[in-house]
């Protein structure tokens, strides 16, 4: 997979050249580029923002800087652009198995109030373009978010993961949170690891995460339990 991100602050990407995804990137199992906004400003001042139309705080991103970078940028391969925003569709695990098939993704990091609508609108209208949210909370650009999708696609993608079940067993996957971990030493401040996790019965240790997933989801996220299909739970399972 190849990742472009364009950006007013490329050393917020750094953090992609890290550890785990900086091994990936260094075997070639990802292609990330990143791009400065500002190499295709054409004013001594490098202005990439201007105030709003129909007035309000703060400032908005000119969109012929943004179009000028996203032409050379995209090119001629096919690609999905994605737009993080506040206002965006919620990134999710689904969204990210979605994405880790895709040969390319470019993301447009906005600034300031954003970026000026009609890029968004002239990108989709000739390429998959998804305007998307990492959570109900504000930002100050889209810098961040790119780091959290980018490291959540990048995870999937084969030979990134040391061990690859450790994808498959993702908080999610099943659409249950992830119950509980442990490891040595046995007891910790006078705290037990629970008996049934070193009893060798692999059906009752079984049995015993995915209770205390389904207790957690309940409790945490009864919004993902009712999400589930009619079929995903047992009648025990529903007693949580
Ligand atoms: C007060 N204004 C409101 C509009 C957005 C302004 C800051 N900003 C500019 C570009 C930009 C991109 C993403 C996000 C963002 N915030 N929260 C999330 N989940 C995001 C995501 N993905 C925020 C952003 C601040």
Redesign the pocket.
């Known amino acids: 997979m190849r990742i472009d991100v364009v950006t007013i602050f490329p050393g917020y990407l750094a953090p992609l050249r890290e550890a785990l995804l900086g091994r990936a990137i260094a075997a070639g199992l990802i292609d990330v580029r990143v791009h400065n906004l500002r190499d295709w400003t054409r004013d001594v001042h490098q202005a990439v923002d201007d105030a709003p139309y129909g007035g309000g705080?703060?400032m908005v991103m000119r969109p012929q800087v943004w179009g000028e970078a996203l032409d050379d940028v995209l090119g001629d391969e096919p690609a999905r652009l994605i737009v993080?925003?506040?206002?965006?569709v919620p990134?999710t695990q689904a969204t990210a198995r979605r994405w880790k098939d895709e040969p390319r993704l470019v993301f447009a990091?906005?600034?300031?109030?954003?970026?000026d609508q009609r890029v968004v609108d002239e990108y989709a209208s000739r390429m998959p373009v998804e305007e998307?949210?990492?959570?109900?909370?504000?930002?100050?650009?889209?810098e961040v978010?790119v780091l959290v999708m980018v490291e959540a696609v990048a995870r999937l993608l084969p030979g990134v993961l040391g061990n690859p079940q450790s994808a498959e067993q993702d908080s999610f996957s099943d659409g249950l949170l992830e119950g509980p971990a442990y490891t040595r030493p046995v007891v910790w401040r006078g705290r037990e690891v629970p008996a049934v996790l070193r009893s060798g019965d692999h059906g009752a240790i079984a049995r015993w995460r995915r209770d205390r997933a389904l207790e957690r989801t309940a409790k945490r996220r009864p919004d993902l339990l009712a999400a589930l299909p009619e079929d995903a739970l047992d009648q025990r399972d529903r007693e949580f």
């Open positions: 705080p703060g993080p925003t506040p206002a965006g990134f990091c906005g600034r300031y109030e954003g970026i998307v949210s990492i959570g109900d909370y504000v930002l100050v650009g889209g978010a």
